[in-house]
T-cell receptor, first 114, second 113 residues
Framework: GDSVTQMEGPVTLSEEAFLTINCTYT??????LFWYVQYPGEGLQLLLK?????DKGSNKGFEATYRKETTSFHLEKGSVQVSDSAVYFC?????????????FGRGTSLIVHP | DAGITQSPRHKVTETGTPVTLRCHQT?????MYWYRQDPGHGLRLIHY???????DKGEVSDGYSVSRSKTEDFLLTLESATSSQTSVYFC????????????FGDGTRLSIL
């Protein structure tokens, strides 16, 4: 079946450090790929998405590029802030019988220290 | 922010009792989802709906049922709650023309003793 694998957390960084959170996927069809962010005590928010190979999704300084050849969608940010501390979820979605059912990874916790 | 309200936000109940969680949206969106979130498992889809009276099962649907009699409301029912259903439950909706969950409620923390 379809699945998403994220790097284990927590990822601990100092403010202004470079962030990479790895995400790889397996899918039977041609998926769309997503990153979500969950701040403490809140629901998930869609952060960015990419729907075809080589597309780059970006939002709030975060970027991820859809790499079909390596089945990856790594999340990057050039300079993290304390306010970026959250749990980040990679997800994919593949059409199935007219619907798109998303599959989520287990989440990666990011902790940014001042 | 998308208008999604989950109720109750917290609930403690006993094994064997029925429990109903409500998700209400003000966006008139077609797709609605129920997920549970557990440590080490991420988010897992319980049920989803693609319209009034149109629902389907997700990967962890056993022990759960849903109903959608109006566009704005999506109810999740645990007919006879078990301790394994202790979790945080999230409702989500999709933007028009899109079936990916994009807006989530703030969650319901359910504890079954």
């Amino acid at each position: 079946g379809d699945s998403v694998t994220q790097m284990e957390g927590p990822v601990t960084l100092s403010e202004e450090a470079f962030l990479t959170i790895n995400c790889t996927y397996t899918a039977t069809g041609y998926p769309s790929l997503f990153w979500y962010v969950q701040y403490p005590g809140e629901g998930l928010q869609l952060l960015l998405k990419a729907t075809k190979a080589d597309d780059k999704g970006s939002n709030k300084g975060f970027e991820a590029t859809y790499r079909k050849e390596t089945t990856s969608f790594h999340l990057e940010k050039g300079s993290v802030q304390v306010s970026d501390s959250a749990v980040y979820f990679c997800a994919l979605s593949v059409a199935s019988g007219g619907s798109y059912i998303p599959t989520f990874g287990r989440g990666t916790s990011l902790i940014v220290h001042p | 922010d998308a208008g999604i309200t989950q109720s109750p936000r917290h609930k403690v109940t006993e094994t064997g009792t029925p429990v109903t969680l409500r998700c209400h949206q003000t966006e008139n969106h077609r797709y609605m989802y129920w997920y549970r979130q557990d440590p080490g498992h991420g988010l897992r889809l319980i049920h989803y709906s693609y319209g009034v009276k149109d629902t389907d099962k997700g990967e962890v649907s056993d022990g759960y049922s849903v109903s959608r009699s109006k566009t704005e409301d999506f109810l999740l029912t645990l007919e006879s709650a078990t301790s394994s259903q202790t979790s945080v439950y999230f409702c989500a909706i999709s933007d028009p023309g899109d079936s990916q969950p994009q807006h989530f409620g703030d969650g319901t923390r359910l504890s079954i003793l």
